[in-house]
């Protein structure tokens, strides 16, 4: 039976990669929920998925005068001051509000909803015996360095939950190389296809699972990596017909930003 991955939490009815957005999912029914983990200036890791603070955040309302707004020029005092939940309030970005999908006390309840520590989403997952699917965000001004994926191995083993309850993925591959060194118990998801444009390339299949971009999948090639005896999951699929129609090809799990939409067809 096929996952329901819930992207970045149930990020089109709640702020993305908040614990809010992962409770939710939670309830709905998702098998376990994918989020990113991103550095502040300061060193410490957080959940969030873009580079830049200004789709997701208040950060212009809250700091008009800074001349970046990019994560990594925030230390973590200023992110967690950012208010997320309100920014998702005002700027309903599924018009899941505007459709009547979110009710007016879940709305008020993500006032002041912040952005997580890393340590946060880990023990939230623990608390509901979950599953969590960490994303080593991948960028230019972090890409010369280990810490990223050293501190989150770190983390993971001071928040004392199970490796099995963890899983770590990324589109940088040496990363999740260095982390099959280092803990080799973690399982670990290569992305594949972060562009729409690109082709997908599987290279070695030196992976046990591949999470690829669906847009860009090919029947033949998921059939291949089956042959392979890899596991497969793809994003980000929201279409049921779409959902139906990959289930019915045998992917393992799919990402998804409505995991409301299909817990009760996995």
């Known amino acids: 039976m096929v996952q329901v991955i819930a992207h970045r939490g149930a990020r089109s009815i709640a702020p993305e990669n ?11 029914g998702a098998d376990l929920w994918e989020t990113d983990v991103n550095i502040t200036r300061d060193g410490r890791l957080i959940l969030f998925h873009d ?3 200004l789709r997701c955040t208040n950060a212009i309302k809250k700091f008009p005068l800074k001349t970046s707004y990019q ?5 973590l005092k200023e992110i967690k001051s ?3 939940g309100s920014y998702f309030n005002e700027t309903d970005p599924f018009q899941e509000i505007s459709k009547g999908h979110v009710s007016s006390k879940t709305k008020v309840s993500f006032i002041g909803e912040t952005i997580p520590l890393l340590e946060e989403g880990l023990l939230l997952t623990l608390k509901k015996n979950w599953t969590i699917n960490l994303e080593l965000k991948f960028f230019e001004r972090t890409a010369s360095n280990s810490y990223l994926p050293d501190h989150t191995l770190e983390i993971i ?6 490796l099995t309850q963890v899983i770590i993925s990324s589109f940088h591959h040496p990363w999740l190389l260095r982390i099959m060194e280092k803990e080799p118990l973690l399982e670990v ?3 594949v296809g972060d562009k729409d444009t690109e082709s997908l390339d599987f290279k ?3 992976f046990s699972t591949y999470n690829a971009n669906a847009a860009l999948i090919h029947p033949d090639q998921i059939k291949a990596l089956k042959d392979k005896g890899k596991k497969i999951n793809l994003f980000t699929v929201n279409d049921p017909k779409a959902f139906s129609r990959f289930s019915d ?12 939409r299909f817990v009760k067809k996995a």
């Open 249 to 260: 090809l045998g992917v393992d799990g799919i990402f998804t930003d409505f995991p409301q």
């Open 18 to 28: 908040t614990l809010k957005a992962a409770k939710i999912a939670f309830e709905i």
């Open 71 to 75: 994560v990594l020029d925030f230390d």
């Open 204 to 206: 070695d299949f030196s």
């Open 51 to 53: 580079d830049s603070l």
């Open 157 to 162: 083993r001071q928040t004392n939950i199970p």
């Open 189 to 191: 998801q290569a992305l």
């Open 82 to 84: 950012l208010d997320a």
